[in-house]
Structures are given as C-alpha cells and as structure tokens.
C-alpha cells in the first residue's frame, strides 16, 4: 500500500470518526452517569462491534446486507428499537442526581458487561456503517498488494482514531459531570439525552439502503 494512499484513508476516516453519533453519544452519557472508566468499555464494545463490521465489509458480507433489503431492515429496526429504549430509559428515569464518587467501583464491578453491551448493540445496528464501509474499502484497496496487509492496516487504522475519539467524547463527558449532575440537573441531563437516543432511533428507521 502506497504511503498516499493510507494517508487519504487517515483523512476520511478522522472525519468519519470525529462526527458524533449514536456511539459518541452513548459513551457520554455513561461518562457522565456512571464515571470515565464506564465509559471505557462502552467505548470498547462499540468499537468491537465496528470493526466485526469492517470485517464483513472487507471480505464482502457487507454486499449481502447493503444490497438485501429484508436484511438490512431486521439491521436497522433493531438498531432503532434499542436507541428509542435507551431514549425512553432516560426519558422516564426518576433519578434526581449521581453521585460518581460516593459509588467509588462498585458499579464498574458489577455491571461492566452492561457498559460493555449496551456500546457493541449500539455498534453493531447501525447497517449505515455497514454500507458506508462497502462503498469505502474499494476506493483504497489495491488489488497488487496483501489483502491481509491491507485489512490489518485498514482495521488498525481505524481502531486508534475511532477509540482515541470515543475516549475523548467521554473525558469531555466526565469533566462535565459535576456541574451537568447537582441536584436538579440529573432530570434536565436524562431529558434531553433520552430525547437525543429517541430522535436518533427515529432517523435510523426512516433511513433507506
């Protein structure tokens, strides 16, 4: 792969990755809510939910669902479904205040594959991501060199920008944590984040292939 080449890669994919979604979204919240090391692997799941779709996208999976409607739209109606419920979790949560530090680790300890979870089916039900990936492999895929080479270039490429960006959202989202969760905040922060995830699900179910 030509030096060129990687880099015009590095260029579309910083945009890519900088742009707040869904993602971004749900790892500053739980940065907020639950404390930056929550975040962290909110942050990791989606990110392994991303790259599982850059696998499929590289080895041409992603044609199946980008071109299937019936598939695409099982992808996308559960993407939508799990942001308005976290939308909706949010919106009808009673919870005046947090208090991160009161908490100390118990919560990273017992609900870390929550944290976990919630990035990956946030990941993972976005079928934009899959046909972006579908449409962008080709324009930098050389067909002389590695196919291999080229993936672990392309998936290590894209796992430090697409992490460096989560975590930063995050730190952002925890620095902020103390004025955005005194007393009577916590209700203002819930709506409007829960209305964000619900607004998000409803884009995602009228978005067509």
């Given at each position: 792969?030509?030096f060129?080449?990687w880099?015009?890669?590095?260029i579309?994919?910083?945009?890519?990755?900088?742009?707040?979604?869904?993602s971004?979204?749900?790892?500053?919240?739980?940065?907020?809510?639950?404390?930056?090391?929550?975040?962290?692997y909110?942050a990791l799941g989606?990110l392994?939910?991303?790259?599982?779709?850059?696998?499929l996208s590289?080895t041409?999976?992603?044609i199946?669902v980008s071109s299937?409607?019936?598939?695409?739209n099982?992808v996308?109606?559960?993407g939508?479904?799990y942001?308005?419920?976290?939308g909706?979790?949010?919106?009808?949560?009673?919870?005046d205040?947090?208090?991160?530090?009161?908490?100390?680790?118990e919560?990273?300890n017992?609900a870390?594959?929550s944290?976990?979870?919630?990035?990956?089916?946030?990941?993972?039900s976005?079928?934009?991501?899959?046909?972006f990936f579908?449409?962008?492999?080709p324009q930098f895929?050389?067909p002389?060199?590695s196919?291999?080479?080229q993936?672990?270039?392309?998936?290590?490429?894209f796992?430090?920008?697409?992490?460096?960006?989560?975590?930063?959202?995050a730190?952002?989202?925890s620095r902020?944590?103390?004025?955005?969760?005194?007393?009577?905040?916590?209700?203002i922060f819930?709506?409007?984040?829960?209305?964000?995830f619900?607004?998000?699900?409803?884009?995602?179910?009228?978005s067509e292939?």
């Open positions: 792969m030509e060129q080449t880099l015009l890669y590095v579309a994919v910083f945009v890519l990755t900088a742009s707040p979604g869904p971004v979204l749900l790892c500053m919240t739980k940065a907020v809510t639950a404390g930056f090391n929550a975040s962290l909110t989606s392994i939910a991303i790259l599982g779709i850059m696998t590289f041409g999976l992603g199946v299937s409607e019936f598939v695409f099982i996308k109606w559960v939508a479904g942001l308005i419920y976290l909706y979790k949010a919106l009808t949560s009673s919870t205040s947090y208090d991160i530090k009161a908490k100390g680790n919560p990273l017992r870390r594959w944290f976990f979870r919630s990035g990956f089916l946030v990941g993972a976005n079928p934009k991501a899959i046909v579908t449409a962008l492999f895929i050389s002389n060199d196919l291999m080479m993936y672990l270039v392309f998936c290590s490429t796992a430090v920008l697409e992490l460096g960006w989560l975590v930063f959202y730190y952002l989202g902020s944590s103390r004025w955005i969760l005194r007393k009577g905040r916590a209700k819930n709506r409007l984040t829960g209305s964000t619900i607004g998000a699900g409803i884009l995602l179910s009228v292939r």
